[in-house]
């Protein structure tokens, strides 16, 4: 498969979107009216209030929040109407991914506030700064070259001391994400690198991230980032995902 076909976006978004747990479930059965619970024993990372896909079903298939999750055993769904039990697959919503300019991406998770299905889907939050540069014409194996910078943010408080933030943010949420989203770079098949030395970047921990003076928060809610500058990718002209790396 050569990249003409595949933007730079859409190589991204394949990326993260193999982050994203995802699993089985053998069945689902009512616990009250409009609420069902789904039997799974793997609930990878899960958590009350994240947001699952269901597919593979003929009247399940769509975005649910969970709630009432035991570990490794079920977590409940809300639906309206009684329905026959099925198998199939769920995969969790985040991280979720955003590509653009600063402005635009607040203007969107400002949409999402508004509404009730969408509000909470927000964060952890992958985004991919616009715009992209390429360098062309490097050898036969590269199709361009480019750097980009990458924000993983999450949701914070603003009472949080340092100290609060470097355990509830980075160290529970941030630093998984970043160590996973550069182990999916590597395992994807669409870029050489060296595999002693991986992917050239600066990486910089972002406690309570404003903007200028401080005064103006990244996207208008308080969150902490690992803002990931000049990450340098070599895209490959064929994509090879049985063999990475150079």
Known sequence: MYPDTLYITDLFNAVIQSMRDTYTFTGIAIVSTGVYKVSTSDTKNLSDGDYVTISGTTNWNGQYRISGLVENVSFNIEKTGTILTESGTWTANAPYFKYGHLREITNMLSEKDKSENYKYQKYPLIVLLLDISEKKGIDAIVYSEILVRVWICCNTRKEYTSESRTTNS??????????LFIQK????GYFNYDKLTGFSHTKTDRYFWGLDDGTV?????????????NLELKIKKQFNTCNNGI
């Open 170 to 179: 980075f160290k529970a949420i941030l630093q998984p994400i970043y160590d």
């Open 185 to 188: 770079l590597e395992s994807s």
């Open 217 to 229: 928060n990244v996207f208008n809610d308080f969150i902490d980032a690992i803002d990931i500058e």
